[in-house]
């Protein structure tokens, strides 16, 4: 027998918590996982086989690292600062932090921050019922200068003069940003080389 329920084709992952607002028991859920429409990926999210929308590997962030934002490399891509492409998903989460589980694919890169960095210039991005916490512009170059050496000289640098180039640039909330994360000293070095 077919289950009643219908799961959105527009959503990717489920958590336990809007399973249960949707009214499913967890006998309703286990039906859901037996019959193949939902994979259990953790103790919280599910993810959903029957979604038809756009393939994004960011929308996995939130059902493995619910306090995850996506940075550095990864958010550079996702803004076209950069032509290199990330081997994994670069996701910053608080110093204190727990991850329970970590998936094969897509493979990601976790990034303990500071509390005074991991609150600066986060957005969160909605496509259609699926969602990401990410970076703003302006915190991406400033983490990217503040993690130069483990990003790569070349890479900041292609970062740094892409983003100089954009016409909704925001230097001030750039510079902003780097005096909060204390590497202001050295943006203003980079910029006085490119601009």
């Known amino acids: 027998m077919k289950n009643a329920f219908a799961l959105s084709e527009d959503q990717k992952f489920y958590s ?30 599910y993810e959903n086989t029957g ?13 493995y690292a619910p306090n995850g934002v996506v940075c550095l490399l990864s958010a550079a891509a996702y803004y076209d600062l950069t032509t290199y492409i990330p081997d994994a998903i670069d996701v910053a989460i608080p110093r204190k932090a727990k991850i329970s589980t970590i998936p ?29 916490k990410i970076y703003d512009p302006e915190k991406t170059v400033a983490d990217t200068v503040c993690y130069r050496e483990k990003v790569g000289i ?22 902003e940003y780097a005096k ?13 080389v490119l601009v």
Request: net charge positive; proline share 1%.
């Open 16 to 45: 336990v918590q809007d399973l249960k607002n949707k009214g499913l028991s967890q006998y309703k859920v286990r039906k859901l996982v037996e019959d193949g429409e939902l994979i259990k990926l953790n103790k919280k999210y």
């Open 51 to 63: 979604y038809q929308g756009e393939e994004s590997d960011l929308y996995y962030v939130e059902a």
């Open 104 to 132: 094969d694919w897509p493979q990601m890169k976790i990034h303990y921050y500071t509390d005074a960095w991991y609150e600066i210039g986060t957005r969160t991005i909605k496509e259609g019922e699926n969602e990401f």
């Open 154 to 175: 070349a890479e900041t640098r292609e970062i740094l003069t892409t983003y100089l180039r954009r016409k909704d640039r925001n230097l001030n909330r750039l510079l």
């Open 180 to 192: 909060r994360m204390k590497c202001d000293r050295i943006l203003r070095g980079y910029l006085e």
